[in-house]
């Protein structure tokens, strides 16, 4: 697929705007400004970036729950600022600093919250895909489900591939392999090469790609969202590498060769498209920093600002109104 | 007035409620030509159409899948419309559990409140066809310890009828738990009931019997033993007792429960459900903490034994039989 000049700039400020937000949610959790159990996205930035981009050439609403380290994907749905302002746990966040990072949830926006055991997430999305096929929406709105190699082994993955094919749904589901769930490689995991062979099991297309390289991914998701519009369910499953431990301070050597650290270089999503904007003439080294620039100050300011936001009240927390619909006003 | 069963008043809540909103759809197994196995969705897909295969549907039979219709209607519900999920057996919820417990209970909280997310599972539970130990259990308590789910138990056929459609009604996700035990009990139920006459779901204790020495809060199967226990109690002591079916777990109407109490000052409470950890344990710590010592007498538990449901008729032995809530009563009253 060829992309233009535009398109291929704006993928590499999706890509730089990642970057940023993962080194900067690796260092406020580190100064413990981050609580609860956050995996930062360093290193796999090609993928939600790739989907942003496929939303955004493509022009469709895409329903979508977040998942393992899709921190980005959740922040262009409903704002970086107003996802840092949640994961900061602020009022100013979007979901008022009280539901965290994946449980956010934004309805009209398209965010569907994700489960916390991550593995009934697919099975929600089919029930929004199914809604969307019979409101008669696949004209310009598809389900993308988003997935870790880990939360694909979960039984009702399972059941929602099946649930999907009988109901010929238009969702495409998206499996982020980064090889381990916590401490658990995937030839542990799985029989075969590939975890969209999945997919062959329920008669559904899959196609595997390089998750460093986000002109592949965006092209994958394109497709996949053609087929889903057509209500043909498929899979991508997008290949990539765990830069950091499972989370912050996980001794990662007991388990796992590190090696794969010295050569980050031959991986880096960005220094990957870097190369290709530079090979096309698109752009030079002057460029590239100064997109780098403009996406750490919109981090960074983005930070700043939330930090200085208020907490959100004991009152607000205990609000039996936002628990159910009825005006309990109290416990019930 | 027309008499029926339970089932059959089950059945026309659901066609009133199907009839009167086209956003509710059906989620469950075998829900299509055979009407559900406890045929309360007879006709319902020939008349509303088939979901799958059908723009408009309302009608989704599904495959053997607790945890991917469950959340699949957990999303459906997110998108607007409102499901009613039946599993066939209440213990089968074991499959369905993150869906109940993680996703639909939660759904609100974590969404500001500004999106409710309505939908009815309904449980049918409890002894009475000798099933064994994964088709007969009483599931209630297991669900009353998360916060955002309501729990409505009712009896009897009209209460069925209309408490389902005050769930399926309702914007919040509701557990509606009917006990298979009841299913083929008769009742005269109207032939019409007006929107306007179907019950909230709060305030919706009903006082089954007036009596001034003793009250007992017991719910399904074991408040239909309760009935006949307190006639003879009554017949034997001269005491009165006075029995109420809360109906609804979650709000629970403990207004109507403290009101009796302070007449009687004796509670005994009765439920299949295991006793330990069970809803009635609940309902002892409120009454206790809002009477406390007005109470003439410590309050009395009778429920299911804590063990395994075992095979056959054999599973009158740990469910409340009439001469333990005989007894329960009379210790309630200090006889």
Same mark, same amino acid.
């Given at each position: 697929?060829?992309?233009?000049?535009?398109?291929?700039?704006?993928?590499?400020?999706?890509?730089?705007?990642?970057?940023?937000?993962?080194?900067?949610?690796?260092?406020?959790?580190?100064?413990?400004?981050?609580?609860?159990?956050?995996?930062?996205?360093?290193?796999?930035?090609?993928?939600?970036?790739?989907?942003?981009?496929?939303?955004?050439?493509?022009?469709?609403?895409?329903?979508?729950?977040?998942?393992?380290?899709?921190?980005?994907?959740? !922040?262009?749905?409903?704002?970086?600022?107003?996802?840092?302002?949640?994961?900061?746990?602020?009022?100013?966040?979007?979901?008022?600093?009280?539901?965290?990072?994946?449980?956010?949830?934004?309805?009209?926006?398209?965010?569907?919250? !994700?489960?916390?055991?991550?593995?009934?997430?697919?099975?929600?999305?089919?029930?929004?895909?199914?809604?969307?096929?019979?409101?008669?929406?696949?004209?310009?709105?598809?389900?993308?489900?988003?997935?870790?190699?880990?939360?694909?082994?979960?039984?009702?993955?399972?059941?929602?591939?099946?649930?999907?094919?009988?109901?010929?749904?238009?969702?495409?589901?998206?499996?982020?392999?980064?090889?381990?769930?916590?401490?658990?490689?995937?030839?542990?995991?799985?029989?075969?090469?590939?975890?969209?062979?999945?997919?062959?099991?329920?008669?559904?297309?899959?196609?595997?790609?390089?998750?460093?390289?986000?002109?592949?991914?965006?092209?994958?998701?394109?497709?996949?969202?053609?087929?889903?519009?057509?209500?043909?369910?498929?899979?991508?499953?997008?290949?990539?590498?765990?830069?950091?431990?499972?989370?912050?301070?996980?001794?990662?050597?007991?388990?796992?060769?590190?090696?794969?650290?010295?050569?980050?270089?031959?991986?880096?999503?960005?220094?990957?498209?870097?190369?290709?904007?530079?090979?096309?003439?698109?752009?030079?080294?002057?460029?590239?920093?100064?997109?780098?620039?403009?996406?750490?100050?919109?981090?960074?300011?983005?930070?700043?600002?939330?930090?200085?936001?208020?907490?959100?009240?004991?009152?607000?927390?205990?609000?039996?109104?936002?628990?159910?619909?009825?005006?309990?006003?109290?416990?019930? | 007035?027309?008499?029926?069963?339970?089932?059959?008043?089950?059945?026309?809540?659901?066609?009133?409620?199907?009839?009167?909103?086209?956003?509710?759809?059906?989620?469950?197994?075998?829900?299509?030509?055979?009407?559900?196995?406890?045929?309360?969705?007879?006709?319902?897909?020939?008349?509303?159409?088939?979901?799958?295969?059908?723009?408009?549907?309302?009608?989704?039979?599904?495959?053997?899948?607790?945890?991917?219709?469950?959340?699949?209607?957990?999303?459906? !519900?997110?998108?607007?419309?409102?499901?009613?999920?039946?599993?066939?057996?209440?213990?089968?919820?074991?499959?369905?559990?993150?869906?109940?417990?993680?996703?639909?209970?939660?759904?609100?909280?974590?969404?500001?409140?500004?999106?409710?997310?309505?939908?009815?599972?309904?449980?049918?539970?409890?002894?009475?066809?000798?099933?064994?130990?994964?088709?007969?259990?009483?599931?209630?308590?297991?669900?009353?310890?998360?916060?955002?789910?309501?729990?409505?138990?009712?009896?009897?056929?009209?209460?069925?009828?209309?408490?389902?459609?005050?769930?399926?009604?309702?914007?919040?996700?509701?557990?509606?738990?009917?006990?298979?035990?009841?299913?083929?009990?008769?009742?005269?139920?109207?032939?019409?009931?007006?929107?306007?006459?179907?019950?909230?779901?709060?305030?919706?204790?009903?006082?089954?019997?007036?009596?001034?020495?003793?009250?007992?809060?017991?719910?399904?199967?074991?408040?239909?033993?309760?009935?006949?226990?307190?006639?003879?109690?009554?017949?034997?002591?001269?005491?009165?007792?006075?029995?109420?079916?809360?109906?609804?777990?979650?709000?629970?109407?403990?207004?109507?429960?403290?009101?009796?109490?302070?007449?009687?000052?004796?509670?005994?409470?009765?439920?299949?459900?295991?006793?330990?950890?069970?809803?009635?344990?609940?309902?002892?710590?409120?009454?206790?903490?809002?009477?406390?010592?007005?109470?003439?007498?410590?309050?009395?538990?009778?429920?299911?034994?804590?063990?395994?449901?075992?095979?056959?008729?054999?599973?009158?032995?740990?469910?409340?039989?009439?001469?333990?809530?005989?007894?329960?009563?009379?210790?309630?009253?200090?006889?």
């Amino acid at each position: 697929m060829d992309f233009t000049k535009q398109q291929m700039l704006d993928m590499y400020s999706e890509l730089a705007r990642s970057r940023v937000l993962g080194e900067l949610m690796k260092e406020y959790i580190a100064s413990g400004k981050i609580s609860g159990a956050i995996h930062p996205c360093l290193g796999q930035e090609a993928i939600t970036s790739g989907i942003i981009s496929a939303a955004k050439i493509t022009g469709l609403n895409i329903y979508n729950t977040g998942t393992h380290r899709g921190q980005t994907l959740m !922040a262009y749905k409903v704002g970086f600022s107003p996802f840092i302002g949640e994961i900061l746990g602020r009022t100013s966040g979007a979901n008022d600093g009280i539901s965290g990072e994946y449980h956010l949830t934004d309805i009209e926006k398209g965010l569907i919250p !994700a489960t916390g055991g991550l593995g009934g997430t697919w099975g929600i999305l089919d029930g929004v895909a199914w809604a969307i096929k019979q409101q008669g929406r696949t004209n310009d709105t598809v389900v993308l489900a988003p997935y870790g190699d880990g939360a694909a082994s979960e039984g009702p993955t399972f059941e929602a591939l099946n649930i999907a094919m009988l109901y010929k749904l238009p969702i495409l589901f998206f499996i982020e392999n980064n090889g381990w769930a916590m401490s658990t490689p995937v030839s542990k995991q799985w029989p075969t090469d590939n975890l969209a062979d999945r997919a062959k099991g329920f008669g559904m297309q899959a196609v595997t790609v390089d998750g460093n390289d986000i002109c592949a991914v965006t092209e994958a998701v394109i497709n996949g969202f053609k087929l889903a519009q057509e209500c043909i369910p498929n899979m991508v499953e997008v290949k990539t590498t765990r830069w950091e431990a499972h989370f912050l301070g996980d001794p990662q050597e007991m388990y796992r060769d590190t090696s794969y650290l010295q050569h980050l270089d031959e991986i880096d999503p960005l220094l990957i498209h870097e190369k290709k904007l530079k090979d096309l003439g698109y752009a030079d080294d002057e460029y590239i920093k100064e997109i780098k620039a403009e996406m750490a100050k919109e981090i960074e300011d983005a930070f700043d600002y939330n930090l200085k936001q208020p907490l959100p009240t004991r009152e607000s927390v205990l609000d039996y109104n936002r628990l159910y619909s009825n005006n309990a006003g109290g416990e019930i | 007035m027309s008499e029926m069963i339970l089932l059959r008043a089950h059945a026309l809540a659901l066609y009133e409620e199907m009839a009167r909103d086209d956003k509710i759809i059906c989620v469950g197994e075998d829900i299509g030509p055979y009407g559900g196995i406890w045929k309360t969705f007879s006709g319902l897909q020939q008349m509303y159409g088939d979901g799958q295969t059908t723009i408009g549907g309302r009608v989704l039979q599904m495959p053997m899948e607790e945890a991917g219709y469950s959340l699949f209607a957990c999303g459906a !519900a997110m998108m607007g419309y409102r499901p009613v999920v039946e599993i066939m057996y209440a213990d089968f919820s074991t499959l369905a559990f993150e869906a109940i417990v993680d996703v639909a209970a939660k759904f609100r909280y974590n969404a500001q409140g500004k999106n409710s997310l309505p939908i009815t599972f309904i449980l049918p539970q409890g002894v009475g066809a000798g099933s064994g130990a994964h088709h007969s259990q009483s599931v209630e308590s297991w669900y009353a310890n998360v916060p955002g789910l309501k729990i409505v138990a009712p009896s009897t056929p009209s209460d069925v009828r209309a408490f389902l459609r005050a769930s399926i009604r309702d914007d919040d996700p509701v557990l509606f738990i009917w006990h298979r035990g009841l299913m083929m009990g008769k009742e005269d139920v109207p032939d019409t009931l007006a929107p306007e006459d179907v019950p909230a779901l709060t305030n919706a204790a009903k006082i089954v019997k007036e009596g001034n020495d003793l009250t007992v809060v017991a719910y399904q199967r074991s408040l239909a033993v309760a009935q006949v226990a307190a006639q003879e109690v009554e017949a034997e002591t001269g005491k009165t007792i006075e029995i109420i079916d809360p109906r609804v777990l979650i709000p629970f109407d403990k207004e109507a429960m403290f009101k009796s109490l302070r007449k009687t000052g004796r509670l005994l409470v009765s439920h299949d459900a295991p006793e330990r950890g069970g809803f009635g344990s609940q309902i002892i710590t409120w009454a206790v903490e809002e009477l406390g010592t007005e109470l003439k007498n410590n309050p009395v538990s009778v429920c299911g034994k804590n063990i395994v449901i075992p095979f056959n008729k054999l599973e009158d032995y740990v469910v409340p039989n009439k001469d333990e809530l005989k007894a329960g009563m009379k210790k309630a009253l200090g006889l």
